[in-house]
């Protein structure tokens, strides 16, 4: 589990509105806005798995992996951020990486770590 660590509250409002930009299927403005939050907040877990979020879904796996292991520097056991780059190693055909991922994911889920 990651460190408690204060919040940066204006980072935090900025992580909202990226994240509003992605739901609006926004990702090239989101990705901007996620940068700035990591401007702002360079630990921001939250923001590096999200810009990964839309890094993929921009069919951009090799940026989105590259986020997915920022934000698992800053919150090694995010199973979220685990499934997910387990997910998109797999879309680029590296299956073994991938599934192993996801099953870390899902151990630390069900709370076998």
């Known amino acids: 589990m990651a460190k408690h660590r204060e919040r940066n509250p204006f980072a935090e409002i900025t992580l909202q509105q990226a ?13 901007e806005i996620y940068d700035q939050v990591l401007e702002i907040d360079p630990q921001n877990a ?8 839309a890094m ?3 069919g951009r ?16 056991n ?3 951020t685990l499934y997910n780059k387990g997910v998109t190693l797999c879309k680029i055909g590296r299956q073994s ?8 994911g899902v151990s630390i889920s069900f709370g076998n770590q």
């Open 19 to 31: 994240n509003e930009m992605k739901y609006r299927n926004d990702y090239a403005n989101a990705i």
């Open 46 to 53: 939250r923001a590096f798995h999200s810009k990964g979020n």
């Open 56 to 58: 993929d879904l921009l």
């Open 61 to 76: 796996y090799e940026e989105a992996i590259s986020c997915y292991e920022s934000a698992l520097t800053c919150d090694p």
């Open 78 to 80: 995010n199973a979220e």
């Open 97 to 104: 990486e991938g599934v192993e991922c996801i099953e870390q």
